[in-house]
């Protein structure tokens, strides 16, 4: 399978931004001063909920996951299993941006591994690009960038070694929650 793809899809917000500003309203966010990430700007907040453990947030990572598999059906006529390794949503606001990254750690293998992104909050654009997610892809063994404009509902799937950032967005917030997770064929059927 080639490591250069992207699914995008939709999923609905309703069930997903009460349980998301709950987190963000209880938790502490990351101190992006003395933690360096993708995120940039001075409006910029991130965070971290790979540890939570409560039964709503069980639930809407359970819910994910299931989209995930049907996207990843639709894509690949396969089924997998997968378990999560990262969690954390992202508040933007003027200027903001995410810096060209992958979700590579160290030495980690991410080959199975798959990243996601919902975009929860997206203000409104006032030319094709404002706010945007862009990622690189090689084809034809050049390296290539696109970029996907988009709205609230939004939902990205692609491996976590793809190159991806956002464009500096304007006005107003921007909010992504994102979910990585390790798959592996599911092999039961």
Do not use: C
């Amino acid at each position: 399978m080639s490591m250069y793809w992207i699914i995008k899809s939709t999923v609905k917000l309703d069930g997903i931004l009460p349980i998301v500003d709950n987190l963000t309203n209880t938790l502490d966010p990351i101190d992006l001063t003395e933690e360096k990430r993708s995120t940039q700007g001075s409006g910029s907040q991130q965070w971290q909920l790979f540890t939570v453990s409560d039964n709503s947030w069980m639930e809407l990572v359970e819910a994910i996951k299931h989209k995930i598999k049907q996207e990843w059906k639709k894509k690949f006529n396969k089924d997998i299993l997968l378990a999560l390794k990262g969690a954390w949503t992202v508040k933007g606001e003027e200027h903001s941006y995410h810096t060209l990254h992958s979700h590579r750690k160290g030495n980690t293998d991410v080959s199975k591994r798959i990243s996601t992104v919902v975009y929860l909050h997206m203000p409104q654009r006032h030319r094709d690009g404002d706010g945007a997610f862009y990622f690189v892809t090689e084809e034809n063994s050049k390296q290539v960038s696109y970029h996907i404009d988009p709205e609230p509902g939004t939902f990205i799937i692609m491996p976590s070694n793809i190159l991806h950032g956002s464009y500096p967005q304007p006005a107003g917030l921007r909010q992504t929650l994102n979910l990585d997770f390790e798959w592996k064929e599911n092999d039961s059927k």
